[in-house]
């Protein structure tokens, strides 16, 4: 019961937030719309006992990434919020389609699946998949360590990437 | 009670569509960034709603990893966001259409 009401309630806030990205005329509002949504799908993993995920989710998103996404914004200036003139000719035509093919498709998959996309045939056991520190690093250091080393690897390029990035001088144009 | 797999699944879906949509039509290279990221934590939800559902705790991992490459996606797309606007003084991307064959 206290998840299902805890469900309505963040899954409201999270399409409100996503919305808000989507619609927002001013980058700061789409990203505090962002920061919302971020916040509900953290409780979302709480709420499926995955704990250290949504502690991640929360420190490296709404922390970090959001700074970075405010700091640019800033940078840039909050003023440049696009117009929405459309430059390419019968654009909105095809987004239009586009979409409407996409909605159609989620939601048939979604209805058609009825709710029940995945087996539930195994039983839940809460155990099995309560994720403490301890329960995600046994399989991060043993099956998946060679990930892990390549995601450090990955790490450390792009710092030195957006290192040479910065220092870009450019030709006077 | 247990929620069902298949609502966060709808649940997902929905914000994947969402962030598609704003990926489709908004001309803000920053916004367009930020749907990027809806649609990725649309994925993380899947992946542990997924996982719990199979009594798997590899699903948690995946997010785990897909948050780090997120992270550096982040970096290094933000720095060639600001490396074009230094040049270029513009957020449009319609403005940016050098590279189109």
Same mark, same amino acid.
């Not at chain 1, 970075?68 to 430059?87: A, C, K, N, Q, W």
């Not at chain 1, 309560?130 to 080393?149: C, H, K, R």
């Given at each position: 019961?206290?998840?299902?009401?805890?469900?309505?309630?963040?899954?409201?806030?999270?399409?409100?937030?996503?919305?808000?990205?989507?619609?927002?005329?001013?980058?700061?509002?789409?990203?505090?719309?962002?920061?919302?949504?971020?916040?509900?799908?953290?409780?979302?993993?709480?709420?499926?006992?995955?704990?250290?995920?949504?502690?991640?989710?929360?420190?490296?998103?709404?922390?970090?990434?959001?700074?970075?996404?405010?700091?640019?914004?800033?940078?840039?200036?909050?003023?440049?919020?696009?117009?929405?003139?459309?430059?390419?000719?019968?654009?909105?035509?095809?987004?239009?389609?586009?979409?409407?093919?996409?909605?159609?498709?989620?939601?048939?998959?979604?209805?058609?699946?009825?709710?029940? +996309? @995945?087996? #539930?045939?195994?039983? *839940?056991?809460?155990?099995? &998949?309560?994720?403490?520190?301890? /329960? %995600? =690093?046994?399989?991060?250091?043993?099956? +998946? @360590?060679? #990930?892990?080393?390549? *995601?450090?690897?990955?790490? &450390?390029?792009?710092?030195?990437? /957006? %290192? =040479?990035?910065?220092?870009?001088?450019?030709?006077?144009? | 009670?247990?929620?069902?797999?298949?609502?966060?699944?709808?649940?997902?879906?929905?914000?994947?569509?969402?962030?598609?949509?704003?990926?489709?039509?908004?001309?803000?290279?920053?916004?367009?960034?930020?749907?990027?990221?809806?649609?990725?934590?649309?994925?993380?939800?899947?992946?542990?709603?997924?996982?719990?559902?199979?009594?798997?705790?590899?699903?948690?991992?995946?997010?785990?990893?897909?948050?780090?490459?997120?992270?550096?996606?982040?970096?290094?797309?933000?720095?060639?966001?600001?490396?074009?606007?230094?040049?270029?003084?513009?957020?449009?991307?319609?403005?940016?259409?050098?590279?189109?064959?």
């Amino acid at each position: 019961m206290v998840e299902g009401i805890l469900f309505v309630l963040m899954a409201m806030t999270a399409l409100a937030g996503a919305v808000t990205v989507v619609v927002a005329r001013n980058p700061v509002y789409s990203a505090m719309g962002l920061l919302g949504t971020l916040f509900s799908v953290a409780v979302l993993y709480v709420a499926q006992l995955a704990h250290f995920v949504a502690a991640v989710q929360v420190i490296v998103y709404a922390g970090a990434v959001l700074t970075l996404f405010l700091f640019v914004i800033m940078f840039i200036g909050v003023d440049t919020s696009d117009d929405r003139d459309e430059r390419l000719p019968k654009q909105r035509f095809w987004v239009g389609i586009m979409a409407g093919v996409i909605v159609l498709l989620a939601g048939g998959i979604t209805l058609g699946g009825n709710f029940n +996309w @995945v087996p #539930a045939a195994i039983e *839940t056991n809460p155990e099995a &998949t309560n994720g403490t520190i301890q /329960a %995600i =690093a046994e399989p991060l250091f043993t099956d +998946w @360590v060679l #990930a892990f080393e390549a *995601t450090a690897l990955l790490l &450390t390029i792009s710092a030195a990437g /957006a %290192i =040479a990035l910065a220092h870009f001088k450019g030709q006077r144009s | 009670m247990i929620v069902a797999a298949g609502y966060y699944m709808a649940l997902a879906a929905a914000l994947f569509v969402i962030g598609a949509l704003g990926m489709l039509l908004r001309r803000n290279v920053l916004v367009m960034f930020m749907c990027i990221e809806l649609m990725l934590n649309a994925v993380n939800l899947t992946l542990i709603s997924a996982g719990r559902a199979l009594n798997d705790l590899n699903g948690q991992v995946a997010v785990f990893f897909i948050l780090v490459v997120a992270a550096a996606e982040v970096v290094v797309g933000l720095a060639i966001i600001v490396a074009i606007f230094r040049r270029r003084s513009t957020a449009s991307i319609d403005e940016l259409s050098d590279l189109r064959g």
